[in-house]
């Protein structure tokens, strides 16, 4: 283990989390590289080696366009996200390259302050180090198969 | 004939354009619903062909409250059964889905076929001539209820009537051939996954067959003028009212009724452009161009096509104000890569996490939530004016209404 790489990328995921949980959802395309992709799937559609997303970007003009999206024309009731990220494994796989698996639980608040535990999974990322640490891929694969209501805010 | 409804309640004098809310509240209406339209004389979808490929294969699934094995036989036959032990009523398979000889129930070991018929008791004959099930003994007359099962197009259905029409007959030649048109060849699916929405299982039929909600709802179809109702388009409703579609042909709006009508939805259509709207490229894949087509059967099964999108969507009820929304994504065998690219693209429109989809679990949700105190009200559903029938105008509720009238047959109300 790298502990300097290892802090590196905890970083990256921590203020990744904590960005979409102020609602600073503007930031998020910047968490990835200009063609960097973000998809969530289910354990079971991973496991069955289903392509089927839940949602899918590929580069940052789509990351940017869901964010429009979720501000200009979706609409869904006041909600916040808590996400707790935890048992980050890092492996270094080039010089400035490297891949992470960490845990995660978001915890959806709604406005009437009903709690509920919205998501479990893991994240499997594909990070670039430099010039900036980023995603250049990020897949979100849920625990569950099933979403309350609808999944507007990114995991 | 249907026994006399016990539910006391009488629907509002003004008939088709009325939905009283209790429809939604009621405990009794719920259990009712279970015995007249679940396992009464409805058609339910089941699952596609697909997700038993092979002989010997199974997947598990719902009519209703009741769970349900579909298998496929050693020799291609396709078979529904309910998922309960005739022992001691434990569910007979507990996986998902895959292959199997036979179907043990883990309790005691009691084995079935494809069919659902009992096979063997463990230790029928006791042990050493001691215990056992004494000669005389019918566990089969509690067996798991059998379904008619019939498949169309790759679709299977189930009933367990005996006395329901043929599944052609009971979906009509009005919407036959919109199944028809979207199944048109073999296909694979490309995965699922559930939503599960706060409110009773006939605000999601509703929402599914109101054509006008569409795009005042979904303000992406309209920044994007993807589906306006100054479109071409329009909707067929089944001649009882059961079922319906609607769909809207690709033609760019350049009006503006939504801007004169001021409507929240009116666009900005000249400073709002996706950056990559490569994920609204159609490729007219039928050759009508329809590029928007929402088919729903009664009581719980929605086909679309939405651009390349296509899925079967299976309505389960679980309880008076909760319902899943069980979502299969398909292709056809025979796509291309592009295809295939455009269909995990135009995956994001749909879901949850659609773009012009994930507000109809909210919207449902606060209806349930807003006629909390209001049994004694109802629902206004005059669009269109009374009657229930086929339009070229979507600023209609004739499908809902043709929902309700079916539903008051079924409920007897």
């Known amino acids: 283990m790298e502990p300097q790489l290892q802090l590196v990328v905890e970083h990256l995921h921590a203020r990744y989390a904590h960005a979409l949980d102020a609602d600073r959802l503007e930031e998020w395309p910047q968490f990835f590289t200009e063609h960097g992709t973000y998809r969530i799937t289910t354990a079971e559609n991973e496991e069955r080696g289903l392509p089927l997303p839940v949602l899918y970007a590929e580069g940052r003009a789509m990351l940017r366009d869901r964010v429009a999206s979720l501000r200009h024309a979706n609409i869904y009731e006041p909600q916040r996200y808590r996400h707790l990220v935890s048992s980050v494994l890092v492996e270094r796989t080039g010089e400035h390259t490297a891949t992470s698996r960490a845990n995660f639980l978001v915890v959806r608040i709604m406005q009437n302050s009903e709690s509920l535990l919205f998501a479990s999974g893991r994240y499997l990322d594909r990070i670039a180090l430099a010039p900036e640490p980023r995603y250049e891929e990020r897949v979100v694969i849920c625990d569950s198969r099933a979403f309350d209501t609808l999944l507007a805010i990114p995991l | ?413």
């Not at chain 2, 909707?235 to 001021?262: I, L, N, P, R």
């Open chain 2, 1 to 413: 004939m249907l026994r006399r409804s016990t539910l006391q309640r009488a629907w509002p004098a003004e008939g088709a354009t009325r939905v009283p809310y209790w429809v939604y509240q009621d405990e009794d209406v719920y259990r009712e619903e279970q015995e007249r339209i679940w396992r009464g004389a409805a058609w339910s979808y089941l699952c596609l062909e697909a997700e038993l490929p092979e002989p010997q294969s199974f997947i598990t699934t719902f009519v209703g409250d009741m769970p349900v094995v579909v298998t496929r036989d050693a020799n291609g036959a396709l078979h529904a059964w309910e998922n309960r032990c005739a022992h001691r009523g434990a569910l007979v398979c507990m996986e998902a889905r895959g292959k199997a000889e036979r179907f043990a129930c883990i309790y005691h070991n009691w084995v079935y076929d494809h069919e659902g018929n009992l096979a063997t008791v463990a230790f029928r004959r006791g042990i050493a001539g001691k215990g056992g099930l004494p000669a005389d003994s019918k566990p089969e007359t509690q067996a798991p209820k059998k379904l008619r099962v019939a498949s169309l197009h790759g679709l299977v259905f189930g009933t367990l009537s005996p006395s329901a029409p043929s599944l052609e007959d009971y979906i009509g030649p009005d919407i036959l051939p919109r199944i028809r048109r979207v199944m048109k060849k073999p296909v694979k699916v490309l995965g699922t996954y559930t939503q599960i929405l706060p409110n009773n299982w006939k605000l999601y039929m509703d929402n599914v067959k109101d054509t006008y909600h569409a795009s005042l709802l979904h303000l992406f179809f309209t920044r994007f003028r993807i589906n306006r109702l100054t479109q071409k388009g329009g909707v067929f409703v089944s001649k009882d009212g059961a079922h319906h579609c609607t769909f809207t042909e690709m033609v760019e709006d350049t009006g503006d009724a939504y801007e004169k009508d001021g409507m929240r939805s009116a666009g900005s259509s000249k400073d709002f452009r996706l950056e990559n709207p490569e994920l609204l490229e159609q490729a007219d894949e039928f050759g009508d161009r329809v590029s928007i087509q929402i088919l729903s059967l009664f009581p719980g099964f929605v086909l679309h096509q939405i651009r390349n999108s296509l899925a079967a969507r299976q309505v389960v009820p679980k309880g008076v104000e909760r319902t899943e929304l069980h979502w299969t994504l398909f292709g056809f065998e025979d796509d291309d890569p592009a295809m295939q690219r455009r269909r995990i693209l135009q995956a994001n429109l749909v879901g949850p996490a659609g773009y012009i989809s994930m507000e109809d679990g909210a919207a449902t949700g606060f209806v349930q939530r807003g006629v909390a105190a209001s049994a004694d009200r109802a629902s206004v559903i005059e669009m269109g004016g009374s009657t229930i029938g086929s339009s070229d105008s979507r600023v209609t509720e004739t499908a809902v209404r043709g929902l309700w009238q079916t539903w008051r047959r079924y409920m007897d109300l």
